[in-house]
């Protein structure tokens, strides 16, 4: 239902939303390139994890989810402190711009390149297995 599938969007967003600022802390104090591979790695695993999360019952679904926004959520932190650190001042604002751009064009065109827009049957098909 709606509201299952409600459940499922937020858990993602709490998640991302909670490790935005302690993403920036660990990228300082670790290095954005190190904060950014242990992000990947776990978005990695969490998300080849979710169709057994989904397969497990409501509550594994909802922590795969909560654990992917998580990781995710270091993503953008860690990548400016990366170009903070390795693009001169004069161009940085330009190269965050198409580094910006080609995050949202990605995630467009890897939705439409997906074929069958894998995310959305993973959470609708999820969703409708649960009153």
């Not at 104090?29 to 978005?43: I, Q």
Request: aromatic share 8%; charged share 10%.
């Amino acid at each position: 239902d709606k509201q299952f599938c409600g459940a499922v969007l937020s858990a993602f967003f709490a998640g991302y939303g909670a490790t935005q600022v302690y993403g920036g802390v660990l990228s300082d104090k670790y290095g954005g390139s190190a904060v950014l591979a242990l992000g990947l790695g776990v978005w990695s695993l969490a998300t080849a994890l979710t169709p057994m999360a989904a397969a497990a019952g409501a509550v594994p679904l909802l922590a795969a989810r909560a654990v992917l926004g998580m990781a995710q959520g270091v993503a953008f932190p860690a990548m400016h402190a990366l170009l903070a650190k390795h693009v001169p001042s004069k161009v940085r604002s330009g190269a965050i711009g198409i580094i910006m751009a080609c995050a949202h064009i990605g995630t467009a065109t890897g939705e439409l390149r997906s074929g069958a827009f894998w995310t959305c049957a993973l959470l609708c098909g999820s969703c409708q297995r649960y009153p």
